[in-house]
Nanobody, 117 residues
């Protein structure tokens, strides 16, 4: 069982920035693929960004490319989502996901991000 905990959400004006953090338990964190998803009210949960264990590969949804950056610190079991130039349409609950092995995914409880216009 992997425990995943997000933090860093809040309220920000359009054009502002927020930094989300996610910690995941386990001594083999460095081997996990880590991802961020989000879910806006009335919408399906959608992929935002991911980073593989080697930190050589990252992926982003088209809607956030150039504005969001995912990174990780394996020494701290932490993955960061730096969100810049935020838009009202970025408002959602953001979820961190840990994939210790293919086919297994553990979710955090989510953190609310609200962007006011």
């Amino acid at each position: 069982q992997v425990q995943v905990v997000e933090s860093g959400g809040g309220l920000v004006q359009a054009g502002g920035s927020l930094r989300l953090s996610c910690t995941a338990s386990g001594r083999t964190f460095s081997t996990y693929t880590m991802s961020w998803f989000r879910q806006a009210p009335g919408k399906e949960r959608e992929f935002v960004a991911a980073i593989n264990r080697n930190v050589r590969s990252t992926g982003y949804a088209d809607s956030v490319k150039g504005r969001f950056t995912i990174s990780r610190d394996n020494a701290k079991n932490t993955v960061i989502l730096q969100m810049n130039s935020l838009k009202p349409e970025d408002t959602a609950v953001y979820y961190c996901a840990a994939d210790p092995t293919p086919g297994y995914r553990y979710w955090g409880q989510g953190t609310q991000v609200t962007v006011s216009s």
